[in-house]
T-cell receptor, first 114, second 111 residues
Framework: DAGVIQSPRHEVTEMGQEVTLRCKPISGHNSLFWYRQTMMRGLELLIYFNNNVPIDDSGMPEDRFSAKMPNASFSTLKIQPSEPRDSAVYFC????????????FGSGTRLTVV | RKEVEQDPGPFNVPEGATVAFNCTYSNSASQSFFWYRQDCRKEPKLLMSVYSSGNEDGRFTAQLNRASQYISLLIRDSKLSDSATYLCVVTRGYNTDKLIFGTGTRLQVFP
């Protein structure tokens, strides 16, 4: 199994530009999560999907952030327009729903907004 | 109050030492508990689940105290390769899908 695949690994963009992060979860996993990690705040849950449906997006910082999961094998996290404070590592993770479920993370996308 | 709180460390210990980390959580309805390990500039990876009766995996022992709402991780006979950040993770209340991460405790094992 290839694991959770994220792209790109690194992204440097100018303030105001649109950024799209991509994720392919593990085949058969029915829950997908987007987390953001910074030194100050640690890992923050942004949004999660179950069976491709957004269940909880209360962690999405503001309207500039949006996430989609058009099918079971693909999800995107979009930031438009990007700001320097969005600089962080963005992780996608997937799991099988159910009590005691654990997460498998992708390698993350390191985003720098200048 | 944070949902999950950990001492950030760092804990600097010599090889062979025993070290313990604690973590407290605020939601008494949390159902599942985990320890994850994160190496520098890598993704978090599951180290072990934490069960009510306590559980052991080799040199690692995890315990849960529901009454006091804390979780512990004990590492015996520390190895250089144990150097990492250890993240305490709990589910948010009864929702077993949402995992909330602590900010982690950094461990540095020296020769």
């Amino acid at each position: 199994d290839a694991g959770v695949i994220q792209s790109p690994r690194h992204e440097v963009t100018e303030m105001g530009q649109e950024v799209t992060l991509r994720c392919k979860p593990i085949s058969g996993h029915n829950s997908l999560f987007w987390y953001r990690q910074t030194m100050m705040r640690g890992l923050e849950l942004l949004i999660y999907f179950n069976n491709n449906v957004p269940i909880d997006d209360s962690g999405m910082p503001e309207d500039r952030f949006s996430a989609k999961m058009p099918n079971a094998s693909f999800s995107t996290l979009k930031i438009q327009p990007s700001e320097p404070r969005d600089s962080a590592v963005y992780f996608c993770a997937s799991s099988l729903t159910g009590p005691g479920g654990s997460l498998t993370f992708g390698s993350g996308t390191r985003l720098t907004v200048v | 109050r944070k949902e999950v709180e950990q001492d950030p460390g760092p804990f600097n210990v010599p090889e062979g030492a025993t070290v313990a980390f604690n973590c407290t959580y605020s939601n008494s309805a949390s159902q599942s508990f985990f320890w994850y390990r994160q190496d520098c500039r890598k993704e978090p990876k599951l180290l072990m689940s934490v069960y009510s009766s306590g559980n052991e995996d080799g040199r690692f022992t995890a315990q849960l105290n529901r009454a006091s709402q804390y979780i512990s991780l004990l590492i015996r006979d520390s190895k250089l390769s144990d150097s990492a950040t250890y993240l305490c993770v709990v589910t948010r209340g009864y929702n077993t899908d949402k995992l909330i991460f602590g900010t982690g405790t950094r461990l540095q094992v020296f020769p």
